[in-house]
Nanobody, 115 residues
Framework: QVQLVESGGGLVQPGGSLRLSCAASGSIFIIEFMGWYRQAPGKQRDLVARIDSDGSTNYADSVKSRFTISRDNAKNTVYLQMNSLKPEDTAVYYC?????????WGKGTLVTVSS
């Protein structure tokens, strides 16, 4: 089994920054990709950003140039640096990973952007 534990969520004012972290632990051989999804109240869960094992990245159009995903392979950890946050970024952010061909999800961390 693999566990994903997120941290770094919280309340921030519009224009502010937050950094999310997600650490994978357990029985891990290969992590094909790690990424972040988010789900706002009443909406579906959507991709925010993803980083593959070769370092290639993919972002939702709404966060390009504001968010940066990175990965520490030695620590099995993925980060999401979020800058210039907007109220519409408010959501529960979920970490996800494809580990040994199985998909895992974290429990989520709440990000609230409000003045």
């Amino acid at each position: 089994q693999v566990q994903l534990v997120e941290s770094g969520g919280g309340l921030v004012q519009p224009g502010g920054s937050l950094r999310l972290s997600c650490a994978a632990s357990g029985s891990i051989f290969i992590i094909e990709f790690m990424g972040w999804y988010r789900q706002a109240p009443g909406k579906q869960r959507d991709l925010v950003a993803r980083i593959d094992s070769d370092g290639s990245t993919n972002y939702a159009d709404s966060v390009k140039s504001r968010f940066t995903i990175s990965r520490d392979n030695a620590k099995n950890t993925v980060y999401l640096q979020m800058n210039s946050l907007k109220p519409e970024d408010t959501a529960v952010y979920y970490c996800t990973a494809l580990v040994d061909n199985m998909r895992y999800w974290g429990k989520g961390t709440l990000v609230t952007v409000s003045s």
